[in-house]
């Protein structure tokens, strides 16, 4: 038996991913490889909770994404690469679970409070998206995780994870690890239109762009709005810039950045080849990567289909254990 801690994270499939996925997930998740048993899922059933209506961009874009996620050094061989609805226990236990929530639970969650309650989101009025945390906390139990990485954002749903967790053992025996969160060290970077970073907006930078391609999103980046003329001093803390260069800058240039800002020694075009230097730098060997994963077309595939049978397994082993636990018929999986 595996002495490692279990680890479980994943997202939506989304397709290409950007460095804001990159710095708020990935880079973590490859650093926590070798610690822990790590279980990386492609949330797709996740997608249809507030995305129900055009299921169509599903299948690329799980190819999309786990071709990123393989490109920045996720390796098979460490880590459990998955489908979430390729493992139908994940429906079953949503279901077990739902019996253990009180709707208040489920109706103090931020997102069903700012989008259905205050912005009267009609579309997003349904069982299917008041019940997301609970099929989260499925996810998450379902493999015993003792940790799942978090943005700040998140820590909420954890909370009701372990609210849940705690009432089925408190009346069941010890059903479930109640999962600890980790926090995400990195900052969030904005886009390169100083908003937030998303798609819709068109102001991301997506791991797999090319270097010309990559400059031409640097080169128009916003940066300390007060820095009019190139003999303005600046201010990295109002710079967006100076965000990217504290994740992707070796720290030893820190200090020649921000004296150069703010003594206006450099304009800031000259800042940002330097940031892109840096980024080339973290982009090269997922480039390299990606180009060995693209000669074999069926690889990311062969990944998933390899990373359900090891998920189902562990499903199916807490899924007896439930059952057991909850007096259910024992089931076919047993
Ligand atoms: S010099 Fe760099 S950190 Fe300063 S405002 Fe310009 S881009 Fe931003």
Redesign the pocket.
């Known amino acids: 038996m595996s002495e490692k801690k279990i680890l479980l994270s994943g997202s939506r499939p989304t397709g290409r991913q950007h460095l804001g996925n990159y710095v708020g997930a990935l880079k973590q998740w490859l650093e926590l490889q070798d610690e822990c048993d790590c279980y990386f899922m492609v949330a797709d059933w996740h997608a249809l909770t507030n995305s129900y209506n055009d299921t169509s961009s599903l299948p690329e874009n799980t190819r999309l994404q786990t071709i990123d996620w393989l490109s920045t050094g996720l390796d098979p061989e460490k880590s459990t690469i998955f489908v979430q609805s390729a493992i139908k226990e994940h429906a079953e236990l949503s279901l077990l679970l739902g019996m253990f929530t009180p709707l208040g639970l489920a109706e103090r969650c931020t997102s069903w409070k700012d989008q259905v309650i205050e912005q009267g989101n009609e579309v997003l009025r349904t069982y299917g998206f008041l019940g997301y945390p609970v099929l989260q906390s499925a996810d998450i139990l379902m493999y015993q995780a003792n940790i799942v990485p978090v943005g700040k954002d998140q820590v909420e749903h954890i909370e009701k994870t372990q609210d849940i967790a705690q009432k089925v053992n408190v009346r069941y025996g010890d059903v479930f690890q109640i999962p600890e969160w980790r926090l995400s060290h990195s900052p969030a970077l904005l886009g390169n239109d100083g908003r937030k970073m998303s798609k819709s907006y068109g102001n991301c930078i997506y791991l797999a762009e090319n270097d010309k391609e990559v400059w031409e999103k640097i080169r128009v980046?916003v940066?300390?709005p007060a820095?009019v003329r190139k003999t303005d001093p600046?201010?990295?803390e109002?710079?967006s810039?100076?965000d990217y260069?504290k994740v992707f800058t070796p720290k030893d240039r820190w200090d020649e950045?921000?004296t150069?800002?703010k003594t206006a020694g450099?304009?800031?075009m000259?800042?940002?080849k330097v940031l892109n230097e840096a980024v080339k730098a973290e982009l090269d060997p997922m480039r390299e990567r990606r180009a060995k994963i693209e000669e074999k077309p069926g690889y990311w595939k062969e990944v998933l289909e390899h990373g359900n049978g090891v998920a189902r397994n562990r499903a199916r082993e807490t899924m007896a254990r439930v059952r057991e636990k909850l007096h259910l018929y024992p089931g076919d999986s047993q």
């Open positions: 980046m940066t300390d820095r600046g201010d990295p109002k710079c810039v100076w260069h950045i921000q150069n800002c450099w304009g800031c000259e800042c940002k």
